[in-house]
């Protein structure tokens, strides 16, 4: 079956620009989790959606971050305006309802704000 | 909320040594403990989990155990290889729930 698919890959941008990001999970999956991971760090969850549902949101810094799944399938994640602390890779993960905890992950978008 | 920590942060093996990465959770609620590989510009991989009612867990060269009571796992690479050279991370959740990510081993296989 094919992975989760993240675009684009790699993203350049001046601090206070807006970025997005975009995630297609595994098919059938019907839950999307992003999460943010700096340099040397694990990654952190941002958002969770259970199909087009946001389940938990705690961590996502919402006067900059936003996030949707309006079909509940593939989802956005945007930044605006970015900041230099933003700089990091943004994972999107899936995984499948009923199938116990197991995220499948994406490669990755990695962010550098200058 | 839950807090994982994860030790060593790099680890450096001779090829065909073990390597065990330990890692400890704050949380008792917590009852799924996955570890992930994560190779470089990639996404990580889930290599190995656990459940809270089961102590051990082995999968060829890979085993994974858990001491509920101390609230502690490790990860366990036996006939270590070149291309086990990755950063390994730990994890902890509670069902259905966010997972809680050490902060990672880079372990490094010499041949």
């Known amino acids: 079956e094919a992975g989760v698919a993240q675009s684009p890959r790699y993203k350049i941008i001046e601090k206070r620009q807006s970025v997005a990001f975009w995630c297609n999970p595994i098919?059938?999956?019907?839950?999307l989790y992003w999460y943010q991971q700096i340099l040397g760090q694990g990654p952190k969850l941002l958002i969770q959606f259970q199909n087009n549902g946001v389940v938990d949101d705690s961590q996502l810094p919402k006067d900059r971050f936003s996030a949707e799944r309006l079909k509940g399938v593939d989802s956005t994640l945007k930044i605006q305006p970015a900041k230099l602390e933003d700089s990091a890779v943004y994972l999107c993960?899936?995984?499948?309802?009923?199938?116990?905890?197991?995220?499948?992950f994406g490669p990755g978008t990695r962010l550098t704000v200058l | 909320g839950e807090n994982v920590e994860q030790h060593p942060s790099t680890l450096s093996v001779q090829e065909g040594d073990s390597a065990v990465i330990k890692c400890t959770y704050s949380?008792?609620?917590?009852?799924?403990f996955p570890w992930y590989k994560q190779e470089l510009g990639k996404g990580p991989q889930l290599i190995i989990d656990i459940r809270s009612n089961v102590g051990e867990k082995k999968d060829q060269r890979i085993a994974v155990t858990l001491n509920k009571t101390a609230k502690h796992f490790s990860l366990h690479i036996t006939e270590t290889q070149p291309e086990d050279s990755a950063v390994y991370f730990c994890a902890a959740s509670k069902s259905g729930n966010q997972f809680y990510f050490g902060t990672g081993t880079s372990l490094t296989v010499i041949p």
């Open positions: 993960a899936s995984s499948q309802m009923g199938r116990g905890n197991e995220q499948f």
């Open positions: 098919s059938g999956h019907a839950t």
């Open positions: 949380d008792s609620a917590s009852n799924y």
